[in-house]
């Protein structure tokens, strides 16, 4: 076993959570000659579960699957950790997917490629670098193989610890319709700024997220300042960095969050609002005007798709 250290990053530190290192695999204890990487407050609970090698945790039975989604299956798990002797929710995905033209399309594009698992550690440490509300990541690995579209991969993350889905938590804070009196609370304008603010941050960094639905940010409420909220994104594997058709890819995250706003949770203006916050702006120009439409048109779309 030995600690990899990679160069500093030179990127400003925007989380207050300094125990998730903003660059992969930085501070990580290495196992398995380079397959395995795990985060040093859970190095013991991973050895006491004989996790040191990669074929293990692939393996592992001790662990209950939520899903299975094709050649991946989502499970969840409890682990110990040392800094503060708390256990732990944490959920791990495994991947044995075969993604040869994922590999080939970065390879030719110059982007480069990582399995799933190793992408979204890679991922969630580059959001955090751009401020974006996220994961904690406990361990990520893959194989080293000749034909790396074939390496089966992990990605082990901390519960976030008081966030719900942000279409569940709407429904339950919030249960009448837009337009009603509650559309008048404080609080729903707070979730819809942090909401959008999250968004900024990733897009301003160069980052799409490619499934970008409500059910992906986590909703929590900062727990000594009633009416203030954080929206933690999850689900970051299949992110892309900095493409070269970046608005593109920006009206199809912008278009999947207005598509999967539940129905009747948001008025017209709050929809709008939500759209001002992203891009930061109190008055619309023709460019704004034309965007929110092309969003829209875009969302209908989804919905039409959705009932062919």
């Known amino acids: 076993m030995v600690i990899r250290t990679p160069p500093t990053d030179r990127g400003q530190l925007h989380q207050s959570d300094v125990r998730s290192p903003l660059t992969w695999p930085h501070g990580h204890v290495c196992f398995d000659e380079g397959r395995l990487w795990v985060h040093p407050d859970y190095v013991e609970t991973f050895q006491q579960r004989g996790w040191t090698t990669l074929e293990a945790v692939m393996q592992a039975e001790d662990v209950t699957v939520v899903r299975r989604v094709g050649q991946r299956d989502n499970t969840r798990l409890t682990l110990a950790r040392a800094s503060d002797g708390k256990v732990v929710r944490a959920y791990m995905k495994r991947h044995v997917s075969r993604c040869f033209g994922d590999w080939l399309f970065g390879i030719v594009s110059g982007r480069g490629w990582s399995p799933p698992g190793i992408a979204e550690a890679e991922s969630v440490a580059a959001a955090r670098r751009a401020g974006v509300a996220t994961m904690t ?32 938590f709407w429904r339950a804070e919030f249960p009448s319709d837009a337009g009603g009196d509650n559309e008048h609370d404080p609080r729903r304008d707070a ?8 968004a900024r941050r990733l897009h301003g960094a160069g980052m799409f997220h490619r499934d970008f639905y409500w059910c992906h ?30 608005a593109r890819w920006r009206l199809k995250d912008l278009a999947q969050f207005v598509y999967s706003i539940p129905e009747g949770a948001l008025s017209n203006d709050e929809r709008r609002r939500w759209f001002e916050y992203y891009r930061d702006i109190d008055r619309w120009s023709w460019s704004h005007r034309l965007e929110w439409a092309a969003i829209r048109v875009r969302a209908w779309f989804y919905r039409v798709k959705e009932r062919l």
Request: aromatic share 8%.
């Open 191 to 198: 979730v819809i700024e942090a909401l959008a603010r999250s």
């Open 137 to 168: 990541t406990i361990a990520a690995g893959c194989e080293i193989n000749e034909r790396p579209w074939q390496a089966a991969s992990f990605f082990v993350s901390e519960e976030i610890d008081g966030g719900v889905p942000a279409d569940d």
């Open 217 to 246: 940010f986590f909703v929590r409420q900062h727990p000594h300042e009633p009416g203030k909220f954080a929206a933690h994104l999850i689900d970051l594997q299949r992110i892309v960095r900095r493409p070269l058709l970046a």
